[in-house]
């Protein structure tokens, strides 16, 4: 497939690399919607959890297809949320921090997930401030990118950067429809030195000294139109190379094919009803 650059004066995309990842995810055998945590939810609206369970098989049998290992977390009857596996921790180095959870609804599962974490060889860092994890810690190189406004407190930010002695940038989200960082910024690329691209984000989602850090940092980041962020478009995941993105977000797929990157399509409508997309459902361990 031919692309073109949008960016005129710029010469073609980078070649880029797919590395093999190592995720957790939960099969949404219990999926519902029965609370009201985030304004996607809607207790009202029937939901079809063989449909969920359809859906995520895809995206499991996606990643499997790309050569990624995947491990499996048993869904807890009465925790909907679970498949929600991105907000379950945070891993680097074989280290989990744990999630503290913000709403009741969700806390049992920080426990849970940390149980996962210890009977599976990885060190436990038991969470002292609220956090929800991947949701809201995305690792970009070297630096944490580290959401707040809604779910994780800024403290969590700070004992993360102990834990990980790494830096931590604050991004303030001030859209209610993207609650978490992953649902406003998606990570493209492991950062080797190239910096085009590497990103992707919807400026819309963050406060204004939020949005300068991005562009100082990211000059070259893909900017996402305001459709494509209002369908959790940007809650994808990517290894370098393939991105697997929500097959509605059309604008985005094209930006990523004209950076070099082979955009997959999945169809997750019903998890979408919990607030959640491919990248929610989805964590790395590393
Ligand atoms: N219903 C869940 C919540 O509101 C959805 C979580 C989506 N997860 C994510 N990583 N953005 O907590």
Redesign the pocket.
Known sequence: MTSTLENSGQTAAPARVATKRHYLMCRPDHFT?AYR??P??DPAIPTDTSLAVTQWNTLYETYLSLGHTVELIDQIPGLP?MV?T??GGFIIDNVAYGAL?T?PE?QPEGPAFMEWFREHGYEVAEPQNTN????DFLLVGDVILAGTGF?SASNSHEELGEIYGREVVTLTLVDPRF??L??AISVLDPLTGDTSANIAYLPSAFDTASRLELERRFPDAIEVSEEDGAILGL?SISDGYNVVIANRAVGFEKQLRERGYNPIKVDLSELLL????V??CTLELR
């Open positions: 919607v945590i985030n996607w939810m949320d929600y991105a907000n959870f709403h969700r929800e994890g991947e949701g779910r609650y978490h992953d649902t809650n919990g607030g959640g997309g990248k929610c």
